[in-house]
């Protein structure tokens, strides 16, 4: 069953043709990672699904929520925020607020929780990612890692349809990453769906269902691992997954 469509999305800064009429389609419970030489347009693709890149033209449908978005009205744009959550590269946390506050705000801002019923889903989501020990820590009492894993339970905590994770572990130590692409993992596992950005082949090819290879500001490829890591069709995608795999 298909859960999330994206037709036609296409996107310029000034005359910079950034993403040249995209489509992917997402299933239920499906993991799509997006790989790609960085100015490719990916993340800009992912930032364009809950409109914090709103795209100059295209079709977003998730569920039955249909969005042109070149008429998008501020319903539209809310109904596919309130489905979707974003893990940032940079993780976006309030310095000022706790972990726990962090993951609590949205659910009591956005979606009007009392602070006790947000407060209960956050600690539980906290729980999840390993952070049950750190609820009243400040972000700079934090590790990047854990930092990371606050902005993955701040997702979490909305329960989203879709999950969107920009390039999750690219601001973080080597030895954080490992931390943070486990709590991923298991969230895939529980059969949410995700489209994800990343630079990490290995991970890229063990939890995801599909891979799409990104070049030029469209999907040039697009297979099971299998097909990307191991049957490589198009030259570029050969040329990039060289360039990567000899890091």
Not at 32 to 37: K, L, Q
């Amino acid at each position: 069953m298909i859960m999330i469509s994206l037709e036609g999305i296409d996107k310029s800064f000034g005359k910079n043709h950034v993403l040249q009429g995209v489509d992917l389609t997402v299933d239920t419970g499906e993991v799509v990672s997006i790989i790609g030489a960085s100015g490719s347009g990916k993340s800009t693709f992912l930032r364009t699904i809950n409109f914090l890149e709103p795209a100059d033209s295209g079709i977003i449908t998730l569920d039955d929520i249909r969005v042109d978005t070149k008429k998008a009205e501020k319903k539209d744009i809310l109904a596919l925020c309130r489905n979707t959550a974003m893990v940032f590269q940079s993780y976006n946390l309030f310095r000022h607020r706790t972990a726990l506050e962090n993951v609590m705000e949205a659910l009591t801002v956005v979606q009007g929780k009392s602070r006790a019923e947000a407060r209960a889903i956050a600690e539980a989501q906290l729980e999840r990612v390993g952070l049950s020990d750190r609820l009243n820590y400040y972000p700079h009492q934090l590790s990047g890692g854990q930092q990371q894993r606050v902005g993955i339970a701040r997702a979490l905590a909305i329960e989203p349809k879709v999950m969107l994770l920009d390039e999750p572990t690219s601001a973080l130590d080597p030895e954080m990453v490992g931390g943070v692409l486990d709590v991923i993992r298991s969230i895939a596992e529980q059969g949410l769906t995700m489209i994800i950005v990343t630079h990490e082949m290995a991970f890229a090819r063990e939890v995801s269902d599909r891979v799409a290879f990104f070049a030029d500001g469209n999907i040039m490829e697009i297979g099971t691992p299998s097909d990307i890591f191991e049957h490589t069709k198009e030259e570029k995608t050969k040329q990039f997954l060289k360039n990567m795999l000899s890091h």
